[in-house]
């Protein structure tokens, strides 16, 4: 009996109690309201703005690049002697950070400046015993012309004596052969009237010797002519003679000249080969003293030591220039690239630094800084572009304790939109501003039509 009572209350306790909450609408009620405030909150969430933007990643650098990390190198080999510095220490402009000695043989005397510039004394003073010589010859060359000019003048003028003399005793020769023939003339006239003897004997005799007179002095002056037109010839000979001799003299005096002036040239070229030498010898020599281009900080040492060699060309240490100008390099995708352009507002999170972002609402987010762009790369590194942010200045510095080649991360801030249209271009895979851009464009086409 008792079973049968407790099972009729619980059934009839669940009957009552079914009744009641089917008679007590509330619960219902409430959750159809939060439901719908929910939906109705998301739906205004959507229509909030929303700042479009490109998230890259980067590093921090500097904008010049003499404000970059320095790696400083020996100019020439040599064995490191001396530090002057240690690692983090500040140096200035023409500081003394290495001092090298030499390693080759070629540059281990200590006096080789001095023996180079002795080889260069005494070779120009070769250059000037060269150089008189060289006058010598011209001046000998010069007397000699001269010595020709006269010398040919004196023999034309003996020529033309010679050739005075030819006429003077052409005209003897034509003078005596005129009385012989006179002689001989009278002579047959004396022998004709001798015969008749009309004239003595006497007279005969004085005719034929006469003819023999007249003869021998033809005879005198034909030799004598023929002497005048040898001597003639022979004037002229040594007209000839003379050119041909002073031209040797002239020619060997020259040819002397020109073996003096190509010795000249070869000297001067030479003093200048050992002039470089010895300019390059001295220029070495101060290279053994590694000094720091700028002002900054000793980074870190590549070579440690006494005694350790460094090759031609090899970083001994790194050197952090003094107060740079900061800048951040961020590389983007090719598809935000054309996005872009200088002058383009950027939020930047430096690491190490607190902050909390809000890529959508860059106004909400705390712990960001201002940047700009500067520098677009024409060409891609790896796949992705390298722009360089600049500090907004009309936001102020980035922080002093920053560090070149911490890690950044960037936002390029775009158009704001709607969240609702950054959703859907998310979802779709649309560049920002995809849309935009393309009734932008279809405005000016209808605008040019």
Known sequence: MKTVNSNTKSAQYSRERAVSLVRDPRMPKTAARWSAGIFLVLVAVLFLPWTQNIHSFGRLTTYKPQDRPQELQSVIGGRIEQWYVSEGQFVKKGDTIVRLSEVKDKFLDTNLLDRLAEQVTAKQGSRS????????????????????????????????????????????????????????????????????????????????????????????????????????????????????????????????????????????????????????????????????????????????????????????????????????????????????????????????WPALVFSGWPDYSFGTFGGEVMVIDQVDTKGKYRILVVPDTSEGNWPKQLRVGSGVSGWAMLNDVPIWYEMWRQINGFPPDFLSGIEGDSKDEKKSK
């Open 129 to 352: 015993s060269m150089s008189e010589k060289v006058l010598a010859l011209s001046s000998q060359i010069k007397a000699l012309q001269l010595a020709l000019t006269l010398s040919l003048q004196k023999a034309e003028n003996k020529v033309k004596q010679a050739q005075y003399k030819v006429q003077s005793d052409s005209t003897d020769v034509i003078a005596t052969m005129a009385d012989y023939d006179v002689a001989v003339v009278q002579l047959q006239r004396a022998d004709t009237l001798y015969k008749k003897g009309l004239i003595s004997l006497t007279d005969f005799e004085r005719r034929r010797l006469k003819v023999q007179e007249t003869n021998a002095k033809r005879i005198s002056t034909e030799n004598k002519l023929l002497g005048s037109r040898n001597e003639a010839i022979n004037a002229q000979i040594e007209i000839s003679s003379l050119e041909a001799e002073y031209i040797d003299k002239i020619s060997k005096a020259e040819s002397d000249l020109n073996g003096a002036l190509s010795y000249l040239y070869e000297t001067d070229g030479e003093i200048s080969k050992m002039n470089n030498e010895l300019m390059n010898v001295a220029i070495r020599q101060g290279f053994y003293f590694v000094t720091a281009p700028q002002d900054g900080y000793v980074v870190q040492a590549q070579k440690q030591g006494i005694g350790e060699t460094v090759k031609e060309g090899e970083v001994i240490v790194n050197i952090m220039p003094a107060a740079p100008e900061l800048a951040v390099e961020l590389f983007v995708d090719p598809v935000d690239v054309p996005l872009l352009e200088k002058g383009r507002k950027i939020r930047l999170q430096f690491d190490g």
